[in-house]
């Protein structure tokens, strides 16, 4: 079965740093680019951050440029998301999402397989 | 960055009826590279279609895209009780991925 598992949410005060991870399953992880999208309770969609096959091209959302960095290691099958100097308009729901293989880079392809997410909550 | 503004915000429709959603994007979005989600309660998005018009897999095929440039449209062609939810738009042609605000999508 695809299967894409987030962990490592949790509650952290302003300025703190979190990692979050995402376990892959069923499927070739080094055939797919990544990417990681956030919910803020009550709202929609917020893409983050995507990275493609090789980590050879890296995006950001503006909002977090400079604070988050995305990373994988394709032998774990994983995806990472470090999150320095945390606000509390970061607190959302943070899914791991899979778009389309091919490619050098980490767009032109739908996000076809989506985790359950992990909850992050930033508050003093 | 490439802003998508979805309407109506809500559509308030009966089971049978037929769906339009809309998605205007502030620029071209190249190569009508533009997905549709639908997201229920508690629920991770689940994608429904891509490049405009392509259904995903296992996606019924009362659900159709249309659209190029800057004007999409999701048309659900008789609802179904399960279809109602919240429908995003998304365009993935340029390198800020952006998503529309959704659209509510409720029981009349």
């Known amino acids: 079965e695809v299967q894409l598992v987030e962990s490592g949410g949790g509650l952290v005060q302003p300025g703190r740093s979190l990692r979050l991870s995402c376990a892959a399953s069923?499927?070739?992880?080094?055939?797919?680019?990544m990417h990681w999208v956030r919910q803020a309770p009550g709202k929609g969609l917020e893409w983050v951050s995507g990275i493609s096959w090789n980590s050879g091209s890296i995006g950001y959302a503006d909002s977090v440029k400079g604070r988050f960095t995305i990373s994988r290691d394709n032998a774990k099958n994983s995806l990472y998301l470090q999150m320095n100097s945390l606000r509390a308009e970061d607190t959302a729901l943070y899914y791991c999402?899979?778009?389309?293989?091919?490619?050098?880079?980490?767009?032109?392809?739908?996000?076809?397989?989506w985790g359950q997410g992990t909850m992050v909550t930033v508050s003093s | 960055e490439i802003v998508l503004t979805q309407s109506p915000a809500t559509l308030s429709l009966s089971p049978g009826e037929r769906a339009t959603l809309s998605c205007g994007a502030s620029?071209?979005?190249?190569?009508?590279?533009l997905a549709w989600y639908q997201q229920k309660p508690g629920l991770a998005p689940r994608l429904l279609i891509y490049d405009a018009s392509s259904r995903a897999t296992g996606i019924p095929d009362r659900f159709s895209g249309s659209g190029s440039g800057t004007d999409f449209t999701l048309t659900i062609s008789r609802l179904e009780p399960e279809d109602f939810a919240v429908y995003y738009c998304q365009q993935y042609g340029s390198s800020a991925i952006t998503f529309g605000q959704g659209t509510r999508l409720e029981i009349k």
């Open positions: 620029q071209s979005v190249s190569s009508s590279y």
């Open positions: 069923g499927f070739t992880f080094d055939d797919y680019a």
């Open positions: 999402a899979r778009s389309g293989g091919g490619g050098s880079g980490y767009y032109h392809d739908a996000f076809d397989i």
